[in-house]
């Protein structure tokens, strides 16, 4: 009979081992992206920063705060406070500032004398026309007195009778003199000025300005009311209003009586800005009558000298 086999025991019972479960990949930590990954473009992927002990964990850097004012204008101003003060004046500047100032002061001075022609400089053409003709005619007048004396000159000089003839002229001077004195009467041709001032506003140094014009327009003889105008007299303002003449209280209107060449007179008051404008700015009105024959017959009382002589030659 065949053998029988021996039966391999059997194994005993295992539990199925169980099946591995997948395990998710871990995130690769890939290194940062070089250049190489750059020049083609790849995205570079976060890596996580390593853990670190509290010892080595960076510092919180503080978060951008607000900036702060500018400090500039205030350092501006306090530099130049520092340029300013003290002064360093150099003797350049100095020197520089002196002719800076001489300059100024000239063109000041310039400027001045300039607008003193300003009156004329916008006067009309016919107003500059009548100022020529009066210059002309006084030209013309001092060239006659001129004449004039150069002839009585040689008449002293080729007389036969020298002592006569300085007789006469002797008394033609001392008429001459007394009509310049007022102590002896005027007469001949001229103009009558009468100045109305209702609102009193006309003072001596008005009267003096147009005694002047007349002097320089040629004036012989004047009288103002009934005082002869000298070479000593002089105006005042009165202390209860009104205007004195040598101490002589006189009243308006004002009324001058003038012996002289009445187309230079006349001409001589009406130029812009003389004494006819001057008297209607201060609300007075001028009144200017030429007449072929005016007297002024009102005399000065002659002053004794009491210091002056006759020098002998």
Do not use: C
């Not at 940062?32 to 083609?40: N, W």
């Not at 916008?122 to 013309?140: F, K, M, T």
């Not at 006189?250 to 187309?263: A, D, I, K, M, W």
């Amino acid at each position: 009979m065949p053998k029988a086999q021996p039966v391999p025991a059997a194994a005993p019972d295992r539990e199925p081992e169980p099946e591995p479960q997948p395990v998710p990949d871990e995130p690769a930590v890939e290194p940062a992206p070089g250049p190489e990954a750059d020049a083609a473009g790849e995205a570079a992927e976060p890596v996580e920063p390593a853990l670190r002990t509290p010892a080595e964990a960076p510092q919180q850097q503080p978060g951008p705060e607000a900036p702060a004012a500018p400090e500039e204008p205030a350092d501006g101003r306090r530099r130049l406070r520092a340029a300013m003060w003290p002064l360093r004046i150099s003797r350049g500047q100095l020197v520089v500032a002196v002719l800076l100032f001489s300059l100024g002061l000239a063109l000041a001075i310039q400027v001045r004398s300039t607008n003193d022609h300003d009156q004329l400089r916008g006067a009309r053409q016919e107003d500059l026309v009548r100022i020529l003709d009066e210059l002309d005619s006084r030209q013309q007048r001092l060239q006659q007195e001129k004449t004039q004396l150069e002839q009585s000159m040689a008449q002293l000089e080729n007389s036969s009778n020298q002592a006569k003839e300085a007789q006469e002229q002797t008394r033609k001077k001392t008429a001459e003199l007394g009509v310049l004195a007022g102590t002896v009467p005027a007469t001949g041709p001229g103009i009558v000025l009468t100045i109305d001032d209702p609102q009193g506003q006309v003072k001596a140094d008005m009267l003096l300005d147009t005694l002047q014009e007349l002097r320089a327009a040629g004036a012989e003889a004047i009288q103002i009311n009934d005082v002869r105008v000298v070479a000593g007299t002089y105006f005042t303002d009165g202390s209860s209003g009104g205007v004195q003449i040598d101490g002589k209280d006189v009243s308006q209107p004002f009324r001058f009586t003038v012996v002289g060449n009445p187309q230079d007179l006349t001409p001589a008051l009406n130029i812009p800005g003389g004494v006819v404008r001057t008297l209607e700015n201060h609300q007075a009105r001028a009144t200017i009558t030429q007449q072929q024959k005016v007297v002024v017959d009102a005399l000065a009382a002659p002053k004794q000298l009491q210091y002056g002589k006759p020098a002998a030659k």
